[in-house]
């Protein structure tokens, strides 16, 4: 019967039930709910610290997949080079309570491999940009993909020693972004600081998507 049936795309922004519920009528316990929230932000910005810092899982770096006979064939071959290019991510999970578990996928920071970013937002709940005060121009191109892609997003400003000590105003009009939209320091090093800025994302996006889902309907 349709409400038995049990999802096999594991992809991260689908909801699933656990193989203990089959054969048992559904209950809010057996619903595992994965979210896809997105990291980005300009080099040396902090994606790969935020990531590894509230990661649960040992996360994947672009770096690691990059082993050295891979390294000595990317600056000499084209096919090699394409082939790190698909890794050049970072990815961690963190599990909020049980059944509902985030999906952090960071996008590459360097600008040759912007063309992933359409693939890697697919089905995101909502994204991160991660802004360093003393670079702030380094955002805009996330903040334009997410605006256009209609992906809610938080700004958490990654606060390095001796970077400008800006107001959220302040930097929400340089990044000249939409009313409403949060901006949140954070210590990307920090679990905590970024548990607090996914926490703040998830919220915002639930905000955003209820919104927009009640002005489609009215
Ligand atoms: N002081 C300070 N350093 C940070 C912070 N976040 C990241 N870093 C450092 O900044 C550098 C770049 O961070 P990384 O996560 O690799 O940036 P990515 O290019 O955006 O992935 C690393 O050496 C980090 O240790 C922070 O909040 N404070
Ligand atoms: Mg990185």
Redesign the pocket.
Known sequence: MPSEHVDSDESPSTAHRTSGSVGRSMSVEDIALTLKIVVA??????????V?AVSEIRPLYSEEALGESGRHKDETGDVERRATTTVAM?FGRITVHSGLSLHLF?TP?QDRFRFLWDELCEGALAAIV?ADTRRLEDCFAAVDHFERSRIPFVVAV????GAPDHTEHEVAQALDLDPGTPVVP?????RASGKEVLIRTVEYAGRMHTARLLASVG
């Open positions: 932000g300009g080099c040396g910005a902090g994606k790969t610290t935020l590894g970072d960071g920071g991660l990654n606060g390095f020693p954070c210590d990307a090093r920090d």
